[in-house]
């Protein structure tokens, strides 16, 4: 099916990204860049990781956040959604089609998908993109461009991709020292001076 999407969009083809210590993967076609900001929050400081492509005038991106246990814990996830939701809107300076819907990853994690019609650089822009709050962290799969572009089987293949993997810290190294040899006691004869 991925050969068959690329084919058709005469692009490369859908290849596995895995973010170990993001705790996720999602298919991705092309070059990914990453992008780290420190965000000033009313909670303080806040670091978002963001991974995209660029592809036919649109950007196909996911990015995670972790945030404050008592940001979290002070408001329901919808209305974090909303308050995601509405950032986005106006970078593409745009509208809503709706308020957004409610959904949820494996069942358990909740979640909002949106949809946008907007501008990017004066020209007419769409966008689609999925929240979900997993613990602390907020996850963002986002597509926006120009939606000529963009199959919609393109977009929903993207966006269904996502899954979560078991997260693993890649940035340090733990090593584990070799067990220590028991000390063998020298036998008292070997102390004596030779003769």
């Keep these: 099916m991925a050969a068959m999407l690329a084919a058709g969009c005469g692009g490369p083809s859908w290849q596995d990204f895995t973010v170990q210590d993001g705790g996720f993967r999602v298919l991705?076609?092309?070059?990914?860049?990453?992008?780290?900001?420190?965000?000033?929050t009313p909670a303080g400081k806040?670091?978002?990781h963001m991974y995209s492509?660029?592809?036919k005038d649109s950007v196909f991106g996911v990015g995670y956040s972790d945030y404050p246990p008592q940001m979290v814990q002070s408001m329901t996830p919808r209305?974090?959604?909303?308050?995601?939701?509405?950032?986005?809107?106006?970078?593409i300076e745009g509208r809503l089609e709706g308020d957004g819907t409610d959904i949820r990853l494996d069942k358990q994690h909740p979640g909002?998908?949106?949809v946008?019609?907007?501008?990017?650089?004066?020209?007419?822009?769409?966008?689609?993109?999925?929240f979900y709050l997993v613990?602390?962290?907020?996850?963002?799969?986002?597509?926006?461009?120009?939606?000529?572009?963009?199959?919609?089987?393109?977009?929903?293949?993207?966006?269904?991709?996502?899954?979560l993997v078991p997260?693993?810290?890649?940035?340090?190294?733990?090593?584990?020292?070799?067990?220590?040899?028991?000390?063998?006691?020298?036998?008292?004869?070997?102390?004596?001076?030779?003769?």
Excluded at 123 to 128: D, E, V
């Design 79 to 91: 209305r974090l959604f909303m308050a995601v939701r509405d950032t986005w809107v106006r970078r």
């Design 46 to 48: 806040i670091v978002a």
């Design 167 to 195: 997260q693993r810290e890649v940035g340090s190294v733990i090593v584990t020292p070799p067990p220590v040899k028991p000390r063998v006691p020298m036998p008292l004869e070997s102390l004596k001076p030779k003769q």
């Design 28 to 40: 991705m076609r092309g070059e990914v860049h990453y992008d780290k900001r420190e965000l000033d």
């Design 53 to 55: 492509i660029e592809f």
């Design 112 to 114: 909002m998908e949106i």
């Design 135 to 163: 613990g602390d962290r907020l996850y963002q799969i986002v597509i926006f461009g120009n939606r000529d572009s963009m199959p919609l089987a393109d977009i929903n293949h993207f966006l269904a991709s996502f899954k």
């Design 116 to 130: 946008a019609w907007g501008k990017v650089k004066g020209r007419n822009a769409y966008l689609k993109g999925r």
